[in-house]
T-cell receptor, first 113, second 112 residues
Framework: SQKIEQNSEALNIQEGKTATLTCNYTNYSPAYLQWYRQDPGRGPVFLLLIRENEKEKRKERLKVTFDTTLKQSLFHITASQPADSATYLCALDINQAGTALIFGKGTTLSVSS | DTEVTQTPKHLVMGMTNKKSLKCEQHMGHRAMYWYKQKAKKPPELMFVYSYEKLSINESVPSRFSPECPNSSLLNLHLHALQPEDSALYLC???????????FGQGTRLTVV
């Protein structure tokens, strides 16, 4: 069956440290992988999209890697802050048309000061 | 304007009621989505409209009926729901294929 896994349901780190979240997928060969942030009771907000021919993508304190051989993406938040506390979801399209976006279970990050 | 607007924000309905959820975007996106999200679970894909035509229906029960009146609007008609249908219903839109999705703030639905 098609599956996207995010290894940790919850991750607790101290302010200033780097948070690393993992997303693994099976039975797909996605051209893109996306990361979203979701705060409680609100819709997901897009953060980064990485293409299969890109090894790494950065945006401010965020960095995403994409290893199509391992079928894995890593999402890093450097110099983490309490305001980074949220649920982070990885997502990819599971059809050729690129229109069926599905999500992993998410990792809830808590950054303590 | 990169906003997806959903109404209402909250809805309480009885199992015999008929209600509708509404979603609007003015980004010119031709793909629009409905997702259902239960507590501590990821958004679960329900329906996808592409160019105002239903392109994906993820085996959703017929008590949920989607409608796309035009390229900016998406409705979800609800009838004879069950308490287990209580959830956050999210609408999203996308431009070109394999691009990022823009989500609304959701409608918190409670079925009593």
């Amino acid at each position: 069956s098609q599956k996207i896994e995010q290894n940790s349901e919850a991750l607790n780190i101290q302010e200033g440290k780097t948070a690393t979240l993992t997303c693994n997928y099976t039975n797909y060969s996605p051209a893109y992988l996306q990361w979203y942030r979701q705060d409680p009771g609100r819709g997901p907000v897009f953060l980064l999209l990485i293409r299969e021919n890109e090894k790494e993508k950065r945006k401010e304190r965020l960095k995403v890697t994409f290893d199509t051989t391992l079928k894995q993406s890593l999402f890093h938040i450097t110099a983490s802050q309490p305001a980074d506390s949220a649920t982070y979801l990885c997502a990819l399209d599971i059809n050729q048309a690129g229109t069926a976006l599905i999500f992993g279970k998410g990792t809830t990050l808590s950054v303590s000061s | 304007d990169t906003e997806v607007t959903q109404t209402p924000k909250h809805l309480v309905m009885g199992m015999t009621n008929k209600k509708s959820l509404k979603c609007e975007q003015h980004m010119g996106h031709r793909a629009m989505y409905w997702y259902k999200q239960k507590a501590k679970k990821p958004p679960e894909l329900m329906f996808v409209y592409s160019y105002e035509k239903l392109s994906i229906n993820e085996s959703v029960p017929s008590r949920f009926s989607p409608e796309c009146p035009n390229s900016s609007l998406l409705n979800l008609h609800l009838h004879a729901l069950q308490p287990e249908d209580s959830a956050l219903y999210l609408c999203a839109s996308r431009g070109a294929r394999n691009t990022e999705a823009f989500f609304g703030q959701g409608t918190r639905l409670t079925v009593v």
